[in-house]
């Protein structure tokens, strides 16, 4: 049965990321899903937004996960590590870095 919510919840996600009307669908999505307790949708909106570079949405996500943040920054460090030479393929997946002056 969690599998099914699941996949309905990325159903949803992906809808969302998909609607030209609204660009802000899956952010919408996000913030219905934060505020409603619904973990799942919530979690489905992350990956969709991390899958098509959306980083905001992404980042809404972990900015109360810190667990998740974590992971998510270790991700990012091995693959920086491992693959130095690709960084234009995780960049697009990372989108651009706030500088620490204005608070990244």
Do not use: C, F
Request: glycine letters at 4%.
């Amino acid at each position: 049965m969690i599998e099914l919510s699941y996949r309905d919840a990325r159903d949803r996600a992906e809808r969302a990321a998909a609607d030209r009307d609204s660009p802000d669908a899956l952010e919408d999505l996000l913030d219905r899903a934060e505020k409603t307790g619904d973990a799942q949708l919530a979690e489905a909106a992350y990956h969709v937004a991390t899958l098509r570079g959306t980083r905001h949405v992404a980042n809404a996500y972990l900015a109360e996960r810190p667990t998740a943040r974590n992971r998510w920054e270790d991700y990012v460090e091995a693959r920086q590590e491992a693959d130095p030479l690709n960084m234009n393929v995780l960049a697009s997946v990372v989108g651009p870095q706030r500088p620490p002056e204005l608070g990244g």
